[in-house]
């Protein structure tokens, strides 16, 4: 399905496109990120891969912020938050483009509060932002952006109704979309856990999706079926933050031209957590 032709299908809304100069997204100056709650293992998850060390969750959620710092980005920490113990995933809350700041909608329903718990931070750098509203349900882990265009994932979490919302109002900002269904894909949680754009019309895909007609224009690199973990990475500005321990990938990427920056994510990956979902990059 094309994300515009389900979004015309809608109320109308006053389209207001704007030219799309071509840009590269991936040069970010700030990152929002949530300090990891004590009661981090509580949250939710899919995979058996035991529960998560407290002290190597705030070892590696530090590294990762060093990381960001070192990427040259200013970090604005928000303190844990117990009661919402995956909100330190924070990239769900909110869909943040270079023209407008999108409120999600969590599809979880344990974690539907986390919006509200970050607005605040968010409307201090984009005034106003817009919002997804019932009955659409959006995460933005699902929600992959490649310079003027935007790779929606129809997941568990996110819904017909959350991308319809979501195409409207890129559109409306000068976007193009197109909605991927992930649903029935058991090895991820969301779309960018099995992709992701670094820039230099590059994807990162894994196996299963790398046949995807939509991804036809792009340079491809796919991810061995062993290393698909290693999917979830992030380009920032000159470094694609990698997860460590997933040699294959980070030879491909430095063959490749890109520069690794390799990451342990171990506990969060027991969570379902990936790097692209511990910060809001912009
Ligand atoms: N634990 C991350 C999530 O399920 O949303």
Redesign the pocket.
């Known amino acids: 399905m094309d994300a515009l032709a389900a979004a015309s299908a809608g109320p109308k809304l006053n389209a207001t496109v704007k030219p799309s100069p071509k840009r590269t997204r991936h040069v970010f100056k700030n990152a929002i990120v949530r300090i990891p709650g004590s009661n981090f293992a509580q949250?939710?998850?899919t995979v058996w891969l035991g529960v998560p060390r407290f002290d190597g969750v705030l070892q590696q959620h530090a590294r990762y912020c060093e990381a960001l710092r070192e990427c040259g980005l200013t970090i604005t920490a928000l303190d844990a938050d117990l009661d919402y113990p995956?909100s330190t995933?924070v990239e769900?809350t909110a869909v943040l483009t270079a023209r407008s700041a999108i409120l999600t909608r969590p599809g979880?329903r344990s974690?539907e509060g986390e919006v509200a718990a970050i607005h605040q931070t968010i409307s201090s750098f984009f005034p106003a932002p817009l919002e997804i509203e019932a009955p659409g349900t959006l995460d933005g882990g699902d929600i992959c952006e490649a310079e003027n265009h935007f790779f929606l994932g129809l997941s568990h979490r996110t819904n017909e109704e959350g991308a319809r919302q979501l195409a409207v109002h890129l559109a409306r900002h000068g976007y193009t979309s197109s909605v991927i269904d992930v649903r029935g894909m058991t090895s991820i949680?969301h779309l960018k856990s099995g992709i992701a754009y670094i820039g230099n019309n590059t994807l990162v895909v894994i196996e299963e999706m790398a046949g995807n007609p939509l991804f036809q224009s792009y340079e491809r690199i796919r991810v061995a079926v062993e290393e698909s973990y290693a999917a979830n990475c992030v380009r920032v500005n000159q470094r694609v933050l990698v997860a460590a321990g997933y040699p294959q990938f980070a030879a491909e990427l430095a063959a490749r031209g890109f520069n690794p920056l390799e990451l342990e994510m171990s506990e969060f990956q027991k969570?379902?957590?990936g790097l692209s979902c511990l910060s809001l990059r912009f």
């Open positions: 949250g939710l998850t995956d995933f769900d979880a974690r949680l969570m379902d957590g």
